[in-house]
């Protein structure tokens, strides 16, 4: 008795956890191309792609300066 109970359990709960697990990622990656100020990951992506341009469009007589920064970040 125990055992159906536990099994009944298993064929409701599993598929629910992979359904929530599935949604909130398609939640996710919704937000994140639509409305990218919302999200955290969203906000860094465009942090960096600001700081990138303005490194591009400094204008310095070294032209390693933006390999030098970018460099320095990911080491």
């Not at 159906?4 to 599935?22: M, R």
């Not at 860094?44 to 469009?57: A, F, I, P, V």
Request: charged share 15%.
């Amino acid at each position: 008795m125990a055992s159906d109970a536990i099994s009944y359990l298993d064929t409701i709960l599993v598929p629910l956890s992979l359904f929530i697990t599935i949604g909130y990622h398609a939640y996710l990656w919704h937000h994140l191309k639509h409305k990218p100020s919302h999200t955290t990951i969203g906000m860094n992506m465009l942090k960096r792609r600001s700081w990138l341009r303005e490194l591009n469009q400094a204008r310095v007589e070294s032209g390693f300066l933006v390999y030098d920064a970018l460099d320095h970040n990911f080491v």
